[in-house]
């Protein structure tokens, strides 16, 4: 049964069908947050390399998410999802033991350093899969009418594994050594894999496929919108800690803590907001939040004004993705779901990709504080061009239910 015909379920029973798929992308996300804190630390101080070496050898895996995010939509369109979604967990494997290897030969820095970035490209393209498989599944089970809600707890998946994993990751390091590292990352992946055997597949959807290039160019508005708000969460988790320090404040882990706690409880309770009032407007007032929650930040006096501005900036930013992704979506034919939401997702790995060394500029030229005044305007932005395309959907809208509507005898 296809995403269009699967019958009108309960939300109570869209979920139950829902969490077993996006458990998957839980997997896949521990794989990456378990490395995440302790890599560049493991680079600069053990291998001997500059910070630059250091943090480029981490953000080099976002190049190759970018780079695959093609792939991965035509794979869950053509292939299925559940097939994506295990070759996904195939990559993020396959990354393991390339770190675990990276580890191991640490006494030849070079060798260990060229191991871990082939590792880094593995898990980026392992990530774009498993994610964009991960949310086709899920559609693909409770139907095209719960894709806002199937996105808003992919995301969830997905930002609970980077929290749970980071720590994680400093205490294998810490308590057992580096090795453990590359042997948690497999031990996941395999569980993922030997998880999803039994999980019933979707049929794939077949009918009229766009080309790449046409859905890209149909849904660039939305996406640049997405890019824009993720301007916040990308300052935020960069240069929190940096402001605190510049600002004498203890507890900057603490900040981004709330940050998460925010984002992933409005999307628990308040996914359900995008089906009742649709993509853009809850689009509209999100946008809106964050950029208040970035102001907040920016004229913070003292730590707790700064607390509950990346609290409401994480509540602003939680539900950014599901509402626009939904309206992008909608805009092509079922058959071509994933190569749109691959495509949208690229705006998402451009702008956090962008927005470390673009803020860094601004914090360079103007203070750490500035950072957040220039977040907090490229959420503005997304406000104006949200009611842009919310006008433009009004519009086209109209002459529909003009033509749909019964004509006098």
């Not at 880094?120 to 899920?138: D, K, N």
């Not at 089906?275 to 970035?294: D, M, P, T, W």
């Amino acid at each position: 049964m296809s995403a269009d015909t699967a019958p009108e379920r309960s939300t109570f029973a869209a979920t139950l069908q829902i969490i077993p798929v996006v458990f998957f992308t839980f997997l896949c996300y521990l794989t990456i947050g378990i490395p995440l804190a302790v890599l560049p630390g493991f680079v600069h101080t053990d291998l001997g390399f500059s910070t630059v070496v250091a943090g480029g050898a981490i953000s080099v895996q976002y190049f190759a998410t970018l780079a695959s995010r093609a792939l991965a939509g035509r794979s869950a369109d053509t292939i299925g999802p559940k097939r994506t979604v295990a070759l996904g967990l195939i990559g993020c494997g396959a990354s393991g033991v390339l770190l675990l290897l990276a580890t191991l030969v640490a006494h030849w820095p070079a060798l260990s350093l060229t191991l871990l970035v082939v590792s880094r490209l593995v898990l980026g393209c392992g990530e774009s899969l498993c994610g964009t498989g991960a949310i086709l599944w899920g559609i693909g089970r409770v139907g095209a009418t719960h894709n806002a809600r199937v996105i808003s707890w992919n995301g969830i998946a997905t930002y609970g594994a980077l929290a749970l994993g980071a720590p994680l990751g400093v205490a294998f390091a810490h308590f057992v050594g580096y090795w453990t590292l590359g042997v948690a990352v497999i031990a996941l992946a395999a569980l993922g894999y030997w998880l999803a055997k039994p999980v019933p597949a979707v049929p794939v959807v077949h009918g009229e496929r766009m080309s790449y290039r046409s859905v890209f160019t149909r849904v660039l508005p939305h996406g640049l919108g997405l890019a824009l708000g993720s301007a916040g969460f990308g300052s935020i988790a960069t240069f929190i800690t940096l402001y605190y320090a510049a600002q004498h404040w203890p507890n900057a882990a603490f900040t981004l803590t709330v940050f998460g706690l925010m984002f992933i409880g409005a999307r628990l309770l308040f996914a359900h907001t995008i089906k009742r009032f649709g993509g853009f407007r809850v689009a509209i007032a999100s946008f809106s939040c964050e950029c208040a929650g970035l102001l907040l930040l920016w004229l913070a006096p003292v730590p707790g004004i700064a607390l509950a501005g990346a609290a409401l900036t994480g509540f602003g930013f939680a539900l950014v993705f599901p509402a626009l992704g939904v309206e992008a979506v909608g805009l092509v034919p079922a058959a071509s779901r994933g190569a749109a939401l691959s495509a949208y997702s690229v705006f998402l790995d451009l702008s956090l990709g962008i927005t470390g060394p673009l803020a860094g500029y601004v914090a360079n030229r103007f203070g750490f504080g500035s950072v957040f005044l220039f977040a907090a305007f490229a959420a503005a932005a997304a406000v104006a061009l949200s009611v842009s395309l919310h006008r433009r959907s009004l519009r086209a809208a109209t002459p529909a239910a003009d033509a749909a509507a019964p004509t006098a005898e």
